[in-house]
């Protein structure tokens, strides 16, 4: 049966996920539409017959004729609608093709470069350089794309490539001193702060805007998700390559090793992030239910973990492995409660999502705070180090995050604000993991030298 109330939330929704609206005009038109329904429905229309002429009319767009037959009535109001600006024509399409497989070249043998210089990843000298400098050999060329995609400003696009030269040089000026803590450290978080960087180009001149920045975490989440999948087709390539040469007494790895997936990977990621940008009604189709799924399967695991940790009396976060190891696992599972705030919608009313959401959160919350008191702990007990100082710094971001996640969780449950609160906060919020991660890439390494040399 034809629920009208959800078709007309649904194009509401697709209106606000253009990003083209004020919420003020969506207001209005989706009065415009219900009035159309309305005046249709009077004349003896039915619901359905009513819902799809009025967005039409006000969509003003040519008949679709055959595609009556070919779509169903839930999805058939997209291609009724104005055609949106995201929308390439075949020229532009070939246009920004031709800029992806331009720049994975360039990415790839950008990758290549060290090796004409003696660096190797895996020399113990020279790999952990390599790794300081790998966000450099595809970030700059990822925002390239956005920033012609876009067409940036060149006051915009000077300051972005301005970044990134400034942020190379500087890493790259600073002395090495053993044992490397500072310069491992900045081989962590510079990816991170960089990939911040690169969402101002993506986001253009909305970066200041809650809008903008909700866009980005759903756009870093589809990203991570279909480039995992991508990588994926790389290695059964690789795999499948390797096996068929094999098949003729042929052994192909050094070629793989050496240049399919070097230039594989360069590939994947410009490949993802077109695809991600310029293909997003597939992607509204999947990536959200891969989140849902995981949503409770890494709630069960986080539940099941604390209590075999009590039950057994053994905490592994006296371990400064283990540690390290909580730090990523809770970015992950911030990342996915995040990425699940992106995809829902605003205006929907509390759903049993909204509250494994939450539990989500507390349960990390919880792991957080024993992290925290372990760091705390082992900072008295053996001293400060880069990395405890570090560690201490990402796991307090965390908490706090958390923290005010689930406290307007609770007051979105009880009514006293509206979900898209919790969305503001949260993207304002990244501007704090913004500056602590360019302290400790860039300030961490002054202090070590100061240290050292008193």
């Not at 075949?90 to 470069?113: D, E, P, W």
């Not at 200041?208 to 759903?218: A, D, L, Q």
Request: include cysteine.
């Amino acid at each position: 049966m034809f629920d009208l109330e959800y078709n007309v939330r649904s194009w509401s929704d697709h209106l606000r996920r253009r990003g083209n609206f004020k919420e003020s005009d969506i207001i209005e038109l989706e009065n415009h539409l219900q009035d159309e329904i309305e005046e249709l429905q009077k004349a003896g229309l039915s619901p359905e017959e009513a819902f799809l002429i009025s967005v039409k009319r006000l969509g003003n767009v040519n008949a679709i004729s055959q595609e009556f037959s070919k779509v169903n009535t839930e999805n058939l109001w997209k291609h009724l609608m104005v055609e949106s600006d995201q929308t390439l024509s075949f020229g532009q399409n070939r246009k920004y093709i031709a800029l992806v497989i331009m720049f994975s070249f360039l990415a790839g043998t950008a990758l290549k470069i060290p090796q004409l210089f003696g660096l190797s990843i895996n020399d113990s000298v020279y790999g952990l350089i390599y790794l300081k400098n790998l966000s450099f050999f595809i970030l700059p060329f990822v925002a390239a794309f956005f920033l012609i995609k876009h067409q940036a400003t060149w006051k915009m696009s000077a300051s972005i490539m301005g970044i990134f030269a400034s942020a190379g040089i500087v890493i790259n000026l600073y002395p090495s001193f053993s044992p490397n803590d500072t310069e491992i450290l900045t081989a962590l978080h510079l990816p991170l702060f960089l990939w911040l960087v690169t969402g101002v180009a993506y986001m253009g001149l909305e970066w200041k805007s809650s809008r903008g920045r909700m866009n980005f975490i759903r756009f870093t989440g589809e990203s991570v998700i279909y480039g995992t999948l991508i990588f994926c087709g790389l290695i059964v390539l690789a795999m499948f390559t390797q096996a068929i040469f094999f098949a003729i007494q042929l052994d192909a790895s050094w070629f793989i090793q050496n240049y399919l997936i070097v230039y594989g990977a360069a590939a994947t990621a410009m490949i993802t992030v077109y695809l991600v940008e310029t293909k997003k009604s597939v992607v509204e189709n999947f990536a959200p239910i891969l989140a849902k799924i995981f949503s409770p399967l890494f709630l069960i695991t986080m539940i099941t973990f604390l209590i075999v940790m009590i039950v057994s009396g053994t905490s592994p976060f006296v371990e400064r492995e283990y540690l390290i190891g909580f730090d990523f696992m809770l970015i992950l599972v911030l990342g996915l409660v995040l990425y699940v705030i992106s995809a829902r919608n605003p205006y929907d009313k509390n759903n049993l999502f909204d509250y494994m959401n939450l539990a989500l959160i507390v349960t990390a919350l919880i792991i957080d705070g024993v992290a925290l008191s372990a760091i705390v702990f082992r900072l008295s007990a053996y001293g400060i180090t880069p990395n405890k100082v570090a560690a201490l710094g990402e796991n307090l971001l965390l908490l706090v995050n958390l923290a005010g996640l689930a406290w307007l969780y609770f007051l979105f449950f009880f009514k006293k604000i509206d979900f898209i609160k919790i969305e503001k906060w949260q993207t304002s919020y990244l501007a704090l993991y913004a500056i602590w991660l360019g302290i400790v890439a860039f300030i961490f390494p002054i202090f070590e030298q100061l240290h050292l040399n008193p």
